[in-house]
C-alpha cells in the first residue's frame, strides 16, 4: 500500500527556510520520480519540483535557486528544502509519486510565511 506523509512545515518570516519531509512506505522512493505541488488558498495546483529516478531534477522558475529537492533512499524519504521564503510561497506542499497529476498524494503539510 502506497503512503506518502508530509511533515516540516510551520510559520516563517520572510526571508526564512524551512525542510519539509515526505516519509514513503509501500514502494521504493528511488525507483520513482517524485514530485512536490503546492496549492496556495483559492488558487489551482501548481508543480514545484521533481527529482527523477537518475537522480536529475527540475524546479519552476518561481522557486528555482531557493529550493532543493533531494531523497535519502536509506530512509525512503523525500525532502524539499525551502529558503528565502517569500509570502507568495504561502500553500499546503504535497508530495508525489510520478508527477504533478498522480493519485499517490499525501495530506500536505501547511507553510505560511508572513511577517
Known amino acids: 500500500q502506497v503512503q506518502l506523509v508530509e511533515s516540516g512545515g510551520g510559520s516563517v518570516q520572510p526571508g526564512g527556510s524551512l525542510r519539509l519531509s515526505c516519509a514513503a512506505s509501500?514502494?521504493?522512493?528511488?525507483?520513482?520520480?517524485m514530485t512536490w505541488v503546492r496549492q496556495a488558498p483559492g488558487k489551482g495546483l501548481e508543480w514545484v519540483s521533481t527529482?527523477?529516478?537518475?537522480?536529475?531534477?527540475a524546479y519552476a522558475d518561481s522557486v528555482k535557486g531557493r529550493f532543493t529537492i533531494s531523497r535519502d533512499n536509506a530512509k525512503n524519504t523525500l525532502y524539499l528544502q525551502l529558503d528565502s521564503l517569500k509570502s507568495e510561497d504561502t500553500a499546503m506542499y504535497y508530495c508525489?509519486?510520478?508527477?504533478?497529476?498522480?493519485?499517490?498524494r499525501g495530506q500536505g503539510t501547511q507553510v505560511t510565511v508572513s511577517s
Open positions: 509501500g514502494f521504493t522512493l528511488d525507483m520513482y520520480a
Open positions: 527529482i527523477f529516478s537518475g537522480g536529475n531534477s
Open positions: 508525489a509519486r510520478g508527477g504533478s497529476t498522480s493519485n499517490y
